[in-house]
T-cell receptor, first 109, second 115 residues
């Protein structure tokens, strides 16, 4: 079967760095996405990785290792507004997104 | 403003009611999606349309019926729902299906409660 695993909840301190991990087992791989979802709001796109390595976009970076079926989202200089759920999703061989259950990130002052 | 709107934002219905959810995208995209989001569960893909043709045949109960009259509009018709169907229903669109970014843009969702 297809499976995306990510931690249910993480806590970090304002100004710090946090890494949210995602491991996947899917039928085929055509890219990995990270989305942010604030409570009661729609998910919004953060990053896309299709090749191994690190993609940096401001305070957010995303890493992919296809051989390990592994990705992480790195958030630097955490701000209170970063409190949200972070969703990992893999595009499979049918070009459909398989989603993880999301990681709820709590930022403390 | 994500360019994808959904109405209504909240809906309470009895198990014998018939209602419809509406989604409209203003982005000129060719693909549209319906997802179900339940608490602490992954997003469940329900239906996919590309150029107004249904392309995904997930195992969705027949009490959910999609309709895509044109590339900008998507409906989800509901009838004789069960309490376990209570969830957030999200609509999304992307430029196309397939390779490349094609990131999905989501609407704000309809919070459905079935009594």
């Amino acid at each position: 079967g297809q499976n995306i695993d990510q931690p249910t909840e993480m806590t970090a301190t304002e100004g710090a760095i946090v890494q949210i991990n995602c491991t996947y087992q899917t039928s085929g791989f055509n890219g990995l996405f990270w989305y942010q979802q604030h409570a009661g709001e729609a998910p919004t796109f953060l990053s896309y990785n299709v090749l191994d390595g690190l993609e940096e976009k401001g305070r957010f970076s995303s890493f992919l290792s296809r051989s390990k079926g592994y990705s992480y989202l790195l958030l630097k200089e955490l701000q209170m507004k970063d409190s949200a759920s972070y969703l990992c999703a893999v595009r499979d061989s049918n070009y459909q997104l398989i989603w993880g259950a999301g990681t709820k990130l709590i930022i403390k002052p | 403003e994500t360019g994808v709107t959904q109405t209504p934002r909240h809906l309470v219905m009895g198990m014998t009611n018939k209602k419809s959810l509406k989604c409209e995208q203003h982005l000129g995209h060719n693909a549209m999606y319906w997802y179900k989001q339940s608490a602490k569960k992954p997003l469940e893909l329900m239906f996919v349309y590309s150029l107004e043709e249904r392309v995904e045949n997930n195992s969705v109960p027949s009490r959910f019926s999609p309709e895509c009259p044109n590339s900008s509009h998507l409906f989800l018709h509901l009838h004789t729902l069960q309490p376990e169907d209570s969830a957030l229903y999200l609509c999304a669109s992307s430029q196309d299906l397939g390779m490349g970014y094609n990131e999905q843009f989501f609407g704000p969702g309809t919070r459905l409660t079935v009594l």
